[in-house]
């Protein structure tokens, strides 16, 4: 009987997917990952949120909701990395989003951007970065100022 010879062969093929990674989801923006979390919590009906990774933008955009009583509490915690911040919901979110690219908006287009994008006049608030910080459409008017459009939340 003839021996086969083993000199030189692979045990395993070289397109082998042992050694490859699984391919991880980029995160895109902070912002939307953070809005996102907390809508789907507010439709399961959670009590609490955390969200991360924090940013200035995202405290903000956080702070415009609280002041509009649609979340309650934040916490921020400070883990040396990225951050997280636990976030208190009061069930009173919609929904909430992101507009991505931040398009100017001038002074005079905001009463109509919120017409498209909000479900009515009553309710439901745009949050724009100005030159005077973050703020929702009612304030921008108020200081008589155009700016970026972030979100909205209703």
Do not use: W
């Not at 093929?13 to 919590?41: E, F, Q, T, W, Y």
């Not at 507010?42 to 009590?47: S, T, V």
């Not at 100005?130 to 921008?140: S, V």
């Amino acid at each position: 009987l003839a021996q086969a010879s083993l000199v030189g062969t692979i045990p395993y093929p070289l397109s082998s997917h042992r050694h490859s990674k699984a391919a991880a989801m980029v995160r895109i923006s902070v912002l939307r990952d953070c809005l996102n979390g907390i809508c789907n919590a507010e439709k399961r009906g959670k009590r609490q949120v955390q969200v991360r990774p924090n940013s200035k933008v995202v405290i903000k955009f956080l702070q415009v909701m609280q002041k509009h009583g649609y979340i309650g509490d934040l916490e921020i915690i400070d883990d040396h990395r990225a951050g997280k911040v636990v976030v208190d919901l009061v069930g009173r979110i919609n929904k909430c989003g992101v507009i991505s690219p931040r398009f100017d908006v001038c002074l005079g287009d905001i009463e109509q951007l919120a017409s498209n994008i909000l479900p009515s006049r009553q309710f439901g608030h745009l949050v724009f970065t100005t030159p005077y910080g973050i703020m929702d459409h009612e304030e921008a008017r108020r200081k008589n100022t155009g700016g970026k459009i972030v979100g909205f939340f209703f």
